[in-house]
């Protein structure tokens, strides 16, 4: 059994780089890992790790990130070339899902879990 209250938020920005895919966003590449994954990132961060889902608008609409223990955390900015100016407008699960679907979703918490377990 994995204990996430034991887990390292760098270490999961880590298992994330291995985990996104294009299975987890359409616009996935291997160039840009975390191009769309804000949505289903922020959802399944939320799920290991609590906290709020915030918001800010980029050019490109919504962009979807964590607030944990009142820090900010925003494992996909590196998709941008600049980083965005954050907002921090308090979010939501469905909000975050309107980026993303269930299949999306499941596949990238699975393959986290899998991940976690091979630790």
């Known amino acids: 059994m994995i204990n996430y ?4 938020i760098q270490k999961f920005l880590s298992v994330l780089n291995k985990c996104w895919s294009i299975n987890s966003s359409s616009k996935w590449t291997l160039e840009n ?6 949505g289903v990132t922020s959802l399944v961060v939320n799920d290991f790790f609590g906290g709020d889902i915030l918001k800010t608008e980029t050019p490109d609409g919504w962009h979807y990130y964590n607030s944990i223990d009142h ?3 925003d ?3 590196s998709q941008f070339q600049h980083e965005p100016i954050y907002l921090d407008i308090l979010s939501n699960r469905e909000e975050a899902f309107s980026d993303t679907n269930l299949e999306q979703y499941n596949h990238l918490k699975c393959e986290i879990e899998q991940y976690l377990k091979n630790l």
């Open 71 to 73: 820090k900010r955390y």
């Open 75 to 77: 494992f996909t900015k």
């Open 33 to 38: 890992p975390a191009n769309g994954q804000c």
């Open 5 to 8: 209250a034991e887990l390292n």
